[in-house]
């Protein structure tokens, strides 16, 4: 139980252009859902916290206007890089909560995203 | 939250327990301490968590200190598919369930 997908799990985009990824929780439904993103050699970094029906919580220095959330279901969340650029490139990461007053996330696999 | 701390790396042969150590000193009262570990390009994998009580599942056991400053996270038989980066974090419930990453352990399973 708790499975957690990713879709794509690779994308390579042209600069300039807004990329997509879709999180979906397969056997649960998560009230709360988070994005993060991993750089190379480097431990993750919570971009966002978002909870279902409500808008995002950004962590300090990340762009809302440039990473869109939606979580229009208790099963869905997806990430938009708008404008991507080349330093945007990274592995980007969701996971979600099993129930509202837990602390355990069971993440997805991953999404390679790759700005040339 | 309280911050933790983890030896960068290790290394352990193939069929060994494998003990993973996280000092977390300044732990208070209402935080658990979970243990995540990620193997290379993949997304983390939830492994266990506790809050004061040892705790046993299929994947692994995890041993508290009675004045909660430290932990272990106990495989039992490593096998060369354990070889990941090891998470120890200390988390509150009550803020928002953010969990704050450090750079964890990286174990080696060697044959």
């Known amino acids: 139980g708790a499975v957690v997908s990713q879709h794509p799990s690779r994308v390579i985009c042209k600069s300039g252009t807004s990329v997509k990824i879709e999180c979906r929780s397969l056997?649960?439904?998560?009230?709360?859902m988070f994005w993060y993103r991993q750089f190379p050699k480097q431990s993750l970094m919570l971009m966002a916290t978002?909870?279902?029906?409500?808008?995002?919580?950004?962590e300090q220095g990340v762009e809302k206007d440039k990473f869109l959330i939606n979580h229009a279901s208790l099963t869905l969340s997806t990430l938009t890089v708008t404008s991507a650029h080349p330093e945007d490139s990274s592995f980007y990461i969701c996971s979600a909560s099993l129930l509202p007053s837990t602390d355990t996330q069971y993440f997805g696999p991953g999404t390679r995203l790759t700005v040339l | 939250d309280a911050k933790t701390t983890q030896p960068p790396s290790m290394d352990c042969a193939e069929g060994r327990a494998a003990n993973l150590p996280c000092n977390h000193s300044t732990i208070s009262g209402n935080e658990y301490v979970y243990w995540y570990r990620q193997i290379h390009s993949q997304g983390p994998q939830y492994i266990i968590h506790g809050l004061k009580n040892n705790e046993t599942n299929e994947m692994a056991s995890l041993i508290i200190t009675e004045d909660r400053k430290s932990s272990t996270l106990i495989l039992p038989h490593a096998t060369l598919r354990d070889t990941a980066v090891y998470y120890c974090?200390?988390?509150?419930?009550?803020?928002?369930?953010?969990?704050?990453w450090g750079l964890g352990t990286s174990l080696a399973v060697n044959p």
């Open positions: 978002s909870n279902e029906g409500s808008k995002a919580t950004y």
């Open positions: 974090i200390v988390s509150n419930a009550g803020n928002n369930r953010k969990l704050i």
């Open positions: 056997d649960f439904q998560a009230t709360t």
